[in-house]
């Protein structure tokens, strides 16, 4: 497993951006395949973006396409979330989570029981 850490959430206009960070401790990071979710307030939490273990291979769901990229740097052990062009509805608390497999390509947004490790959460607020 992995331990892992969320920070750069904050409140922001609409239209503006935010590069959320996902700091991991623990051997596997650079194995695992990563997802960002969210949750709203009153919302059922949903995975936003994936990427595979290498950082080759990823998906966005279609609420987020074209304005969030999903990266990483395993050199570093983070994962990144650059969200751009923000709008109110994507105000939530961001999380990201690590698979429980290791060198998978599997890009899959959920299910939730995918994944093993998750962070503790960063509050993005979006203003109208």
């Known amino acids: 497993q992995v331990q892992l850490v969320e920070s750069g959430g904050g409140l922001v206009q609409a239209g503006g951006s935010l590069r959320l960070s996902c700091a991991a401790s623990g051997r596997t990071f650079s194995v695992r395949g990563m997802g960002w979710f969210r949750q709203a307030p009153g919302k059922e939490r949903e995975c936003v973006a994936a990427i595979s273990w290498s950082g080759d291979i990823t998906n966005y769901a279609h609420s987020v396409k074209e304005r969030f990229t999903i990266s990483r740097d395993n050199a570093k052990n983070t994962l990144y979330l650059q969200m751009n062009s923000l709008k109110p509805e994507d105000t939530a608390v961001y999380f990201c989570?690590?698979?429980?497999?290791?060198?998978?390509?599997?890009?899959?947004?959920?299910?939730?029981?995918?994944?093993?490790?998750w962070g503790q959460g960063t509050q993005v607020t979006v203003s109208s």
């Open positions: 989570a690590a698979r429980r497999g290791l060198y998978g390509s599997y890009v899959a947004l959920g299910p939730e029981s995918d994944f093993g490790s």
